[in-house]
T-cell receptor, first 115, second 110 residues
Framework: GAGVSQSPSNKVTEKGKDVELRCDPI?????LYWYRQSLGQGLEFLIY????????KSGLPSDRFSAERTGGSVSTLTIQRTQQEDSAVYLC?????????????FGEGSWLTVV | AQRVTQPEKLLSVFKGAPVELKCNYS??????LFWYVQYSRQRLQLLLR??SRESIKGFTADLNKGETSFHLKKPFAQEEDSAMYYC????????????FGGGTRVLVKP
C-alpha cells in the first residue's frame, strides 16, 4: 500500500470490554512500532517488532496490553478489560529496519474512546 | 534511560516573525535527533533529522552536544507552519524506536 494503514480509525467501547487495533505496515518494512498519543501525555512508546527477533515490550503500560505480528507483516494491538485511561490515539509506524538512517512512517492512528 | 524535553507547550507568533522551538535531551551516548510534525488532520511525519544537516520548509536544527539541545528554528514563520511539532531521539542500542518529547503547538497568526 501507499502508507501505513490502521483500522478502525475510530472505536468507542464500554469500560471492561476488549478491543483489537490493526496495523498494516508499508510492504517490505521489517520494523513495526506502536505508540500511544494521549492528551497532555505526548507520544508514548508501547512495543516494537523487528523481523523475527523478540519484540521490545518495554513500553506496554500493563499486562492488559499485548501485541502480535503475524507473518512479519500485519500487527494487532489488543487491550483487555479497557479502562477510561486507555482512551487515546494509538499510532502504528513502520520502517525498513533498525538502522537509524531509516525513516519511520506513521499511520493515521486509531482513536479509542472508553466510556 | 533517554529523555526528550520540549519546555514550551504552545508558541504563538505572527506571520513573518522568527520562531524557535526548544528541545533538550538526556542520553549519555550519541543519539540520533529528529523533528516530526503533525499538521491538522494529517499523520505524523518526519520534518528533518540532524544527520542530514538540511533545511526543510525553511526549518533548520543544529545538534549541540555540549548543551544536549536540538532546537528547531525558522527565520520567517508562515501560516502553513501552524502544527504540532515533536522532537524525538533514537539510540542504536534500543533498535530504531523513537523517544518523543511532549510536543509544542505552533500557531502562526496572520
Amino acid at each position: 500500500g501507499a502508507g501505513v494503514s490502521q483500522s478502525p480509525s475510530n472505536k468507542v467501547t464500554e469500560k471492561g470490554k476488549d478491543v483489537e487495533l490493526r496495523c498494516d505496515p508499508i510492504s517490505g518494512h521489517t520494523a513495526l512500532y506502536w505508540y500511544r498519543q494521549s492528551l497532555g501525555q505526548g507520544l508514548e512508546f508501547l512495543i516494537y517488532f523487528q523481523g523475527n527477533s523478540a519484540p521490545d515490550k518495554s513500553g506496554l503500560p500493563s499486562d492488559r496490553f499485548s501485541a502480535e505480528r503475524t507473518g512479519g507483516s500485519v500487527s494487532t494491538l489488543t487491550i483487555q478489560r479497557t479502562q477510561q485511561e486507555d482512551s487515546a490515539v494509538y499510532l502504528c509506524a513502520s520502517s525498513w529496519g533498525q538502522s537509524s538512517g531509516n525513516t519511520i512512517y506513521f499511520g493515521e492512528g486509531s482513536w479509542l474512546t472508553v466510556v | 534511560a533517554q529523555r526528550v524535553t520540549q519546555p514550551e507547550k504552545l508558541l504563538s507568533v505572527f506571520k513573518g516573525a522568527p520562531v524557535e522551538l526548544k528541545c533538550n535531551y538526556s542520553y549519555s551516548g550519541s543519539p540520533e535527533l529528529f523533528w516530526y510534525v503533525q499538521y491538522s488532520r494529517q499523520r505524523l511525519q518526519l520534518l528533518l533529522r540532524h544527520i542530514s544537516r538540511e533545511s526543510i520548509k525553511g526549518f533548520t536544527a543544529d545538534l549541540n552536544k555540549g548543551e544536549t539541545s536540538f532546537h528547531l528554528k525558522k527565520p520567517f514563520a508562515q501560516e502553513e507552519d501552524s502544527a504540532m511539532y515533536y522532537c524525538a531521539l533514537s539510540v542504536k542500542a534500543a533498535g530504531n524506536k523513537l523517544t518523543f518529547g511532549g510536543g509544542t503547538r505552533v500557531l502562526v497568526k496572520p
